[in-house]
């Protein structure tokens, strides 16, 4: 895959470079500044393209924390799986350093060329797991120097095995493993309250604290795609949200390495040896085609401008889900313009907070039990504005909605049975489900 792997400032100055098969000269990276600035000409705004090929050279880039990390291939590589490997790059010096920067890179740049001879041979990507590379690749020599003195320091088994995501001898007094479906949902709607566009980003979250070498089933409700003809007789079940007969039509799925494809191809069952501690399992995307969904919290919001005086704001939140669920948590951020003063808020239930510096005001809802509604109203000082019109149509920002419904979940997705089998120590083990359902990054209201 990979020939060469660069750090690089954002200026394009390389900071720590490896050469894994020598077929590039080094030197070849000095041309992707000249290169970027080329693509970044060429294209119209919001055209990114993550690759550059030059006189039989592929730079593959990602830009992260004013970094540039390429990666230099002679051959027609897959470009995606090179790119998914700079990404796991990332997360694992992340999750070393805390943060990942130049600064970082020049004060750990013995630990970086470990890990990168180690998460890549010969350009072929390896182990990735943070957990297993932090056992024996350490950032504390002394300890290393203490336990190499007593005998030789050599990489766990998992690095090895089949399962290399997991270590052997695990063990926990309580075996436990907790199940959370989480569904975040991106919704844009107009002032009159309809939604114009909507989709569901849904995970399977695992916690596992289980000994030995489990070997977990998953059963989810989705007779559509993962139940197998005799998934009926199956035992256990769980109730969340709403339910869907019809099955539903999951795209973009995707599973952690974990999962056996194989047995999830040809009988429609999800099968894993889970990593100890927290994992996705696997994540999906349904589309707005599949659910007639209407606002889970419906925003409606007035505004009023006086000239050489005040801005009147009028906002009434609902949510408009059942009774016996309650959105915890729940942020109405509402825009206002630059130069708004001397505020007042009257709000019938929760707080308001102004925020100046970035020019909106932040109504709280700590707990908003379903079917109930509530109104706030607002009024700050504009002493600069002339012409109402003007800051009516200047102000056109969406109002923003956070909040988390937890025990519901929106698709009705839900998990019928995690059966755990562990082979040699065969224990009781204790399963726990959890479904919350929670804001997109865009959860947005338009208020024109």
């Known amino acids: 895959?990979?020939?060469?792997?660069?750090?690089?400032?954002?200026?394009?100055?390389?900071?720590?470079?490896?050469?894994?098969k020598g077929d590039i000269p080094s030197n070849t990276i000095d041309k992707f500044p000249l290169l970027l600035l080329e693509l970044e000409n060429s294209h119209e705004d919001g055209d990114y393209k993550p690759f550059i090929n030059s006189q039989g050279i592929n730079y593959i880039y990602i830009n992260h924390n004013n970094l540039y990390l390429c990666a230099l291939s002679r051959k027609n590589e897959n470009i995606m799986a090179i790119i998914i490997f700079l990404s796991k790059l990332i997360e694992v010096l992340t999750q070393y350093f805390k943060s990942l920067e130049e600064e970082s890179i020049r004060d750990n740049f013995v630990v970086i060329y470990e890990l990168l001879d180690e998460m890549m041979d010969f350009g072929v990507p390896q182990t990735t797991d943070t957990k297993i590379l932090k056992e024996y690749i350490t950032q504390d020599y002394y300890k290393l120097v203490k336990k190499s003195a007593d005998h030789l320091v050599q990489p766990p088994q998992a690095v090895t095995n089949a399962v290399s995501w997991r270590k052997d001898g695990i063990h926990y007094k309580k075996n436990e493993a907790f199940l959370d479906v989480v569904e975040s949902i991106n919704m844009l709607i107009n002032a009159s309250g309809q939604v114009l566009n909507s989709e569901i980003l849904g995970e399977v979250k695992v916690k596992s604290h289980l000994s030995g070498m489990p070997d977990l089933r998953l059963g989810l409700n989705d007779k559509g795609i993962f139940t197998s003809p005799n998934a009926d007789e199956e035992a256990g079940s769980s109730s969340a949200g709403q339910t869907n007969n019809k099955g539903i039509e999951m795209e973009d799925i995707k599973f952690h390495q974990c999962v056996r494809l194989s047995k999830f191809e040809n009988e429609r069952i999800i099968t894993f040896i889970p990593p100890d501690g927290e994992f996705t399992v696997m994540s999906y995307r349904l589309s707005a085609a599949q659910f007639l969904m209407k606002p889970l919290i419906l925003v409606q919001c007035k505004t009023k401008v006086h000239k050489h005086s005040r801005i009147e704001i009028l906002c009434s939140v609902k949510a408009q889900i059942k009774k016996k669920s309650t959105a915890n948590n729940v942020e109405v951020i509402i825009p206002i313009p630059e130069d708004a003063d001397t505020p007042k808020f009257t709000p019938?239930?929760?707080?308001?907070?102004?925020?100046?510096?970035?020019?909106?005001?932040?109504?709280?809802?700590?707990?908003f039990p379903g079917g109930k509604q509530f109104h706030m109203r607002a009024e700050l000082g504009l002493p600069a504005v002339t012409d109402p019109e003007e800051i009516l149509s200047s102000n056109k920002k969406p109002i923003k909605v956070n909040f988390s419904i937890p025990y519901f979940t929106t698709s009705g997705i839900q998990v019928r049975y995690l059966r755990i089998n562990e082979p040699k120590l065969q224990y009781q083990s204790y399963p726990w489900v959890r479904y919350i359902t929670q804001s997109g990054d865009d959860y947005t209201v338009r208020t024109k």
């Open 1 to 20: 895959m990979a020939s060469q792997i660069h750090f690089l400032d954002i200026k394009g100055k390389p900071l720590l470079s490896r050469d894994y």
């Open 348 to 367: 019938e239930y929760g707080t308001v907070k102004w925020i100046p510096e970035k020019s909106h005001i932040v109504w709280k809802l700590k707990t």
